[in-house]
């Protein structure tokens, strides 16, 4: 059985603005996927416990699943995670990601054991920020020469958070070498370059896992 790691922010304020946390349709959706095709899902998160939620909306049975399962409230610090056993990553969305996800050394290890190991690493929308401080064993980031979707600097300027998120993610990862590939503001884009699977916004959260389940099939 494929093992699959869901990685969410602990993270919970927004600069100061209002709360956030990771987004729950970019965590449930691509879970439904994966259980769907009968893979093993474990939680992680920077902090460990509940992490905090953003965008949770009660009228969707996936979110409805998601959000009462019970390793939600007591997830593993990704410090403590061994790579071994699993065969992908998702880095899953939401805005507290742009402020613990790039410097977390557990996160950036998953990562890159699962990659070098011949796994799947794959993130949504805000959850490429795990993405900018990768680097393989051979000190090469991991996102450099690939292509890469993430929140686009228009949809941060859109939704009016361009001055308020640390850093803008398009950006940096364009600056680490990653060729971005965009969308139309908020509609669904994934990109898959060898075995990293990104999407640029909600929308894609379903086929960023679609995508996931496709590459470990093949394999």
Known sequence: MNAILLALTSHDTLGGLRETGFYVPEAAHPWRVFREAGFAVDLVSVAG???PMDGYDTNDPAQRDFVDLPDLATTRRAAEVDAVGYDGILYVGGHGTMWDFPDDEGLARLGRDIYEGGGVVAAVCHGPAALVNLTLSDGTYLVEGKEVSAFTN??????????????????????????????????????????????????????????????????
């Open 49 to 51: 416990g509940r992490p």
């Open 154 to 219: 228009a949809e941060e300027e859109a939704v009016g958070l361009a001055a308020v998120v640390p850093f803008l993610l398009q950006s940096t990862l364009e600056e680490r070498g990653a060729k971005h590939v965009a969308a139309p503001d908020f509609e669904s884009q994934v990109s898959v370059s060898e075995r990293l699977v990104t999407g640029q916004n909600p929308a894609s959260a379903t086929r960023v896992a679609e995508e996931v389940v496709r590459l470990l099939r093949t394999h």
